[in-house]
Nanobody, 124 residues
Framework: QVQLVESGGGLVQAGGSLRLSCAAS????????MGWFRQAPGKEREFVAA????????YNADSVKGRFPISRDNAKNTVYLQMNSLKPEDTAVYYC?????????????????WGQGTQVTVAS
């Protein structure tokens, strides 16, 4: 069982930056693929980024590529999402997720554990 707790959301002006953090419980953090998803009102939850625990390889959705680097610190059981050049369309609840597999996927149905979400609002 893995518990995930996100932090770092808030209100920011367009063009600004925020860093989200997700702290995970447990001693096998390195074995999990960690992902970030987001869900805007009235929309499906969508993939944002993921990172493998074994080698740190990262994956990003096209909509955030080059703006939202994902990273992790296995010693701290924490994954980060640095959000730069924020746009109003980035406004959503952001969720951290963990997948107990070596294969990265972008489907929310493939992730086993979820955090409670943190709101990010980008004002124009």
């Amino acid at each position: 069982q893995v518990q995930l707790v996100e932090s770092g959301g808030g209100l920011v002006q367009a063009g600004g930056s925020l860093r989200l953090s997700c702290a995970a419980s447990g001693r096998t953090f390195r074995r999990y693929i960690m992902g970030w998803f987001r869900q805007a009102p009235g929309k499906e939850r969508e993939f944002v980024a993921a990172i493998r625990g074994s080698d740190g390889r990262t994956y990003n959705a096209d909509s955030v590529k080059g703006r939202f680097p994902i990273s992790r610190d296995n010693a701290k059981n924490t994954v980060y999402l640095q959000m730069n050049s924020l746009k109003p369309e980035d406004t959503a609840v952001y969720y951290c997720a963990a997948r107990s597999s070596a294969i990265v996927t972008m489907s929310r149905y493939d992730y086993d554990y979820w955090g409670q979400g943190t709101q990010v609002t980008v004002a124009s």
